[in-house]
């Protein structure tokens, strides 16, 4: 029987592996690539007018080192952000009662408290969810073309 939890908590923390590689490492594989053709070029200083080699280097690898940031464009990022992650701890939430209560065992308390958890997280959810639809519509009018 000990062995079981064992394995239980290995499948939990293999899960949680590619719960965390599906939202945080994935996404980042459709960033559009810099237009260097290979590292050499990346990393190629310049001193022609630009004394900062932060910039050469970022220039040379196809990055626009002129454009300034808006404060709606970082307010906008942050609040993506953190709804994001707040949608994802909704979401472990609701994964965690559910395990909760498979593995309660005809435990009533335990049943009970699995259900409370899911229902309090779901109605977490549709908080999160309602909220990134109002600062996406916010935003949106505030600044049309930042949403492109």
């Known amino acids: 029987m000990n062995i079981l939890k064992y394995i239980n908590f290995y499948k939990v923390i293999i899960s949680l592996i590619i719960l965390f590689n599906v939202v945080f490492i994935v996404p980042f594989a459709y960033i559009e690539t810099a237009s260097a ?4 070029d990346a990393f190629k200083f310049n001193t022609g007018g630009n004394t900062d080699p932060t910039d050469s280097v970022a220039s040379n ?3 626009n080192t002129s454009a ?3 404060l709606l ?6 609040i993506n952000v953190v709804l994001s992650l707040l949608g994802v701890i909704f ?3 609701i994964i965690y009662a559910g395990f909760n ?14 259900k409370g958890t899911i229902t309090t997280a779901i109605i977490g959810l ?17 600044s049309p073309t930042l949403l492109e």
């Open 68 to 70: 300034s940031v808006s």
């Open 101 to 114: 209560w498979m593995t309660a065992a005809g435990d009533e308390k335990k049943v009970e408290t699995a």
């Open 91 to 93: 979401l472990v939430l």
């Open 37 to 40: 053709l290979n590292l050499k």
């Open 126 to 142: 549709i908080v999160v969810l309602a909220a990134f639809t109002i600062s996406w519509f916010v935003i949106g009018q505030l």
């Open 61 to 63: 690898a196809g990055y």
């Open 73 to 78: 464009a970082v307010i906008s990022t942050i």
